[in-house]
């Protein structure tokens, strides 16, 4: 069991952005959606986290949210991995109940984006977040920036959270903001990890990124967890052919699904479900659309002409117990 806390030496690599297995009927499937969380840690995945937009945080009632933390927490700890719960909502009462719950159960961190109905003035930036790491009682923050917040951080923000809460040890930077430029990132990594998508971490690595929220650390958890070695070690050619591998397939999807209107869960379900890794539900929440059997087919077939690595035709890695 991992039992150092998090910090920002430790807090890297590619994180399992998991989606939620639900029932025909709606529900939540926890025997299924314990069984992904277990299988990511034992392939070596460093921690797993929920309540992002793959894990339809934004579909999922306060029950459900408890439910879903809890299963992450229990089946990360049995596997040795560490556990971050989003804890994100339109409004602070609603973070800060998520969040003193993620403390209460054992989380390793939160993960928190700015309330994305109604804009957030730039006043309420610092107390918003204030009150939310308050309510965790001051376990390590990780902001989700996303336009779709629709409120773009700046570097001098940025670094106001840090130094209101200390524990603010990374940010999930998106297309479009901050963290997500070679000159952001570079700035924000003087005092904050920085992840990104899986694709950039061979451009964005000797600036300063740390990591990612990884959808295709599941999907292929051989290559991914490789490829992240490689940037470890710095080796930035090998880096750079891992990365457009992975950015080949991602034209793949966007090319051939790109007019279904697939969300980001749908997506992430598609590619893992189809590699034969995950065993989640390909149903997300309406009113989004998800893929079909015949889409998991189409992409299987792409993995085994050009991809072959994604497919789990071996054991997973195994335990770290072992």
């Known amino acids: 069991m991992t039992t150092e806390a998090l910090s920002r030496e430790n807090f890297r690599g590619p994180w399992a952005g998991l989606p939620v297995a639900w029932t025909e009927a709606g529900g939540f499937d926890e025997a299924t959606y314990r069984l992904d969380v277990r299988r990511c840690a034992d392939a070596g995945a460093p921690g797993v986290y929920t309540g992002g937009t793959t894990g339809e945080f934004y579909a999922m009632e306060l029950d459900e949210f408890r439910s879903v933390a809890r299963a992450t927490i229990e089946e990360c700890r049995a596997g040795g991995a560490r556990a971050m719960i989003g804890c994100t909502s339109t409004y602070t009462l609603g973070a800060c109940r998520r969040a003193a719950y993620a403390a ?17 003035g730039d006043a309420q930036i610092v107390p918003f977040v204030r009150e939310v790491v308050r309510a965790s009682g001051g376990l390590p923050l990780s902001i989700y920036e996303t336009d779709r917040a629709r409120k773009k951080l700046t570097l001098d923000q940025h670094r106001a959270i840090k130094d209101e809460t200390p524990k603010y040890l990374m940010v999930k930077a998106t297309a479009g903001t901050l ?8 700035r924000l990594s003087e005092f904050v990890n920085v992840f990104v998508g899986e694709t950039r971490w061979a451009e964005l690595g000797p600036l300063g990124a740390a990591g990612g929220c990884s959808s295709a650390v599941y ?27 992975l950015g080949g397939l991602f034209d793949f999807l ?20 189809a590699s034969g890794f995950l065993k989640t539900s390909l149903g997300c929440r309406g009113p989004y659309p998800h893929p079909t059997r015949a889409d998991v087919g189409r992409l299987c077939a792409y993995y085994s002409q050009h ?12 335990s770290r117990d072992e």
């Open 104 to 120: 209460e159960i054992g989380a390793d961190a939160v993960q928190l984006a700015l309330p994305f109905w109604l804009e957030i």
């Open 254 to 273: 966007f090319q051939t699904f790109g007019d279904r209107g697939f969300t980001d869960t749908g997506y992430d379900r598609l590619g893992g479900i």
């Open 219 to 245: 999907w292929g958890p051989r290559f991914v967890l490789d490829l992240w070695n490689r940037v470890e070690a710095r080796d930035w050619d090998a880096a750079a052919a891992g990365c457009a591998r």
């Open 307 to 318: 991809f072959p690595e994604m497919l789990q035709v071996q054991p997973l890695i195994g």
């Open 179 to 186: 963290g997500a430029t070679p000159e952001g990132c570079a």
